[in-house]
């Protein structure tokens, strides 16, 4: 049983450039999650998807970041014109559909902008 | 909307001693919670949680956690800590309607065990 895994790990990228994420969910799973964590805080929700479909958007989810689950499968985050602020790690989870089913978490992919 | 408070961003303890971490929710009506730990450069681990049966629940490495409804909390208990159990713990909850399992974090204690 293979969990959640996402790639890059890491990522160091100059202020400006667009940065991808990738992230294969455990292949059981429909529900699909992306949160953001910074140092010392608890990781905040940006976005989920139930299948292919993105269900809920958070406001921290600003017009440069675009997620997409294109075959329900594997799950894509870009951020465009990364600013230092977005420094952070992007950690991706699924879970099945069922009420109070856990969500498992990925390692994480670390992004670093100078 | 839901809310975490953990109480104590640092917790140090003993090797040996009794580990809480506490952790109290803000819901109009009791979510379900839980506790992940996330070792350095890690993702999170679930460690436990609570969704409905019993109040006091037990999850891995001997730690566990009791809810009460009458004191909105949640918080995590571990007899005897270990220096493997150094780690940050987060709790989490997330809304028995709607919202699609999303969690709510707070912020995250940071448990040190000391020889």
């Known amino acids: 049983d293979t969990g959640v895994s996402q790639d890059p790990r890491h990522k160091i990228t100059k202020r400006g450039q667009n940065v991808t994420f990738r992230c294969d969910p455990i292949?059981?799973?429909?529900?699909l999650y992306w949160y953001r964590q910074t140092l010392g805080q608890g990781p905040e929700f940006l976005t989920y998807f139930q299948n292919e479909a993105q269900l809920e958007k958070s406001r921290l989810l600003s017009d440069r970041f675009s997620a997409e689950r294109p075959k329900g499968s594997f799950s894509t985050l870009e951020i465009q014109r990364t600013e230092q602020g977005d420094s952070a790690m992007y950690l991706c989870?699924?879970?099945?559909?069922?009420?109070?089913?856990?969500?498992?978490f990925g390692e994480g992919s670390w992004l670093t902008v100078v | 909307a839901q809310s975490v408070t953990q109480l104590g961003s640092h917790v140090s303890v003993s090797e040996g001693a009794l580990v809480l971490l506490r952790c109290n929710y803000s819901s109009s009506v009791p979510p379900y919670l839980f506790w992940y730990v996330q070792y350095p450069n890690q993702g999170l681990q679930l460690l436990l949680k609570?969704?409905?049966?019993?109040?006091l629940v037990k999850g891995i490495n001997g730690f566990e956690a009791e809810f009460k409804k009458s004191e909105t909390s949640f918080h995590l208990t571990k007899p005897s800590a270990h220096m493997s159990d150094a780690a940050e713990y987060f709790c989490?909850?997330?809304?028995?309607?709607?919202?699609?399992?999303?969690?709510?974090f707070g912020t995250g204690t940071q448990l040190k065990v000391e020889l």
């Open positions: 292949s059981e799973h429909n529900r």
């Open positions: 609570y969704t409905t049966g019993a109040t």
């Open positions: 989490a909850v997330s809304p028995l309607t709607g919202g699609g399992n999303k969690l709510t």
């Open positions: 989870a699924s879970s099945p559909r069922d009420r109070g089913n856990t969500i498992y």
